[in-house]
């Protein structure tokens, strides 16, 4: 019944709304006009409705001029809209195995689940620069519901991947080898240096990988 009707959901201008917010750090109503096809009442009318929901709150974010502009950003809660890969039935399937095997067993499975899988993802990552390989690295991700995109930086001149959801995010948390794996997955993909970088404000997610770090 859930999944029904988070994809009826997903077709709404709500969840454009919610989505858009996730690919940033906060938005403001203007800003959000301009992102999707709606009104400003309309954009206006929804967010009040989703904050009052729990799934949105504000903050007033500076300005370089005048008064600060109010925003709004997404709360823990609005990540059951976004893909997870079922992390509660995977958290307690690890910590039944450190139950049972001791407490370096779920990084020990962790560890050959990222082989396994950064042996797959080789084989769907093509490209015989790292740009072009960052890009079908990327949209791959992105497949997966990472919300993922390639990005050249013109400030540091180097070659990055950003994303702004996380469907392990709660497994990295309990076990942060997680996020050492995926890094791993990335340098070996890539066949580059990688560094990784996260930024978590309210329900708000970005993870930047910089490539050739």
Request: one cysteine or more.
């Amino acid at each position: 019944m859930k999944s029904r009707l988070l994809k009826k959901f997903a077709k709404s201008q709500k969840y454009q709304i919610l989505s858009e917010i996730k690919r940033s750090q906060g938005l403001s109503v203007s800003e959000l006009c301009e992102r999707i096809d709606l009104s400003y009442m309309g954009v206006k009318q929804h967010c009040v409705s989703l904050e009052k929901d729990g799934y949105l709150d504000t903050w007033r974010r500076p300005k370089g001029m005048g008064r600060p502009e109010k925003a709004y950003r997404l709360t823990a809660q609005a990540q059951e809209f976004f893909p997870t890969e079922y992390t509660q039935f995977t958290l307690e399937i690890l910590e039944s195995i450190r139950q049972v095997y001791g407490e370096a067993a779920p990084e020990k499975i962790l560890y050959q689940i990222y082989q396994n899988l950064t042996n797959s993802v080789l084989s769907k990552v093509s490209g015989n620069t790292l740009e072009e390989r960052a890009v079908s690295l990327a949209t791959y991700r992105n497949g997966e519901g990472y919300m993922s995109e390639y990005y050249f930086n013109p400030d540091c001149h180097q070659h990055q991947i950003i994303e702004y959801n996380s469907p392990l995010l709660a497994v990295g948390d309990r076990y942060k080898i997680l996020f050492q794996l995926e890094e791993n997955l990335f340098e070996r993909v890539l066949g580059t240096k990688v560094r990784r970088q996260i930024d978590r404000v309210s329900g708000l997610y970005k993870c930047i990988f910089t490539l050739g770090a």
